[in-house]
């Protein structure tokens, strides 16, 4: 299924065709193409280059690890991330590794490694859902995610599904519009809660 967004201006492809889905295929996720997907991520822009992410990932066929990872999220995610064919956790770490001082934006970038992810995802057919409902604590003891180290979102990866395969209100959402608020809600200029000319539409 795709649910391309109805966008006010034009954006590549990539942006548009992104969405979060809960009805992924049963198909499996080629080891290689998740080293691409990884890759991809690698490549992000950071703060001072530190690259403060790390990531723990499961693919469904390794029961285990997978039953581990499902056994982290919220129940909730738990009912439609059970048939993704992988799951993955992006950590960050919370101080710099050349000072040793906290790094205010480390969870930034662990989005933006993130976002590229998801990007190399979308050209490839993939979709990505991420999650915020799951259980730190859990995680950390789960995997043994040492101190300085902190999870910041569950990740489901795979290709489309049937929708079909959904508890109905999951189905309902899935099927349901994407919605955004307009970007002259949220670009300004000049001062705060000055809508940017260009946005004005
Ligand atoms: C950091 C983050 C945490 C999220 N947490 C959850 C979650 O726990 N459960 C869920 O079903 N969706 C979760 N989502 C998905 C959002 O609900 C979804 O991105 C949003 O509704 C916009 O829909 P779209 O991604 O299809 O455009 C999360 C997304 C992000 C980026």
């Not at 205010?104 to 662990?110: E, K, N």
């Not at 989005?111 to 990007?119: D, I, K």
């Amino acid at each position: 299924m795709h649910k391309a967004a109805v966008t006010e201006y034009p954006v590549h492809e990539l942006i548009r065709n992104r969405w979060s889905p809960r009805a992924f295929s049963d198909r499996p996720v080629e080891p290689a193409v998740l080293a691409s997907l990884f890759e991809a991520a690698r490549w992000a822009a950071s703060s001072f280059n530190d690259q403060p992410w790390a990531y723990l990932v499961a693919s469904r066929d390794d029961k285990e690890n997978f039953a581990k990872m499902l056994g982290v999220l919220v129940e909730g995610n738990q009912k439609w991330a059970k048939d993704a064919p992988v799951l993955a956790l992006s950590v960050a770490r919370k101080h710099f590794h050349h000072t040793g001082k906290p790094n205010p934006v480390a969870v930034h970038d662990v989005g933006a490694a993130n976002a590229q992810l998801t990007a190399e995802a979308t050209s490839r057919g993939l979709l990505v859902h991420q999650m915020a409902g799951f259980s730190h604590e859990k995680a950390r003891l789960a995997f043994g995610i040492p101190e300085g180290w902190d999870p910041v979102s569950a990740i489901a990866i795979g290709y489309p599904g049937d929708p079909q395969i959904l508890p109905e209100d999951f189905r309902k959402s899935e099927l349901a519009p994407r919605t955004r608020k307009p970007i002259r809600e949220f670009v300004m200029s000049g001062s705060w809660g000055h809508t940017a000319p260009f946005a004005a539409k």
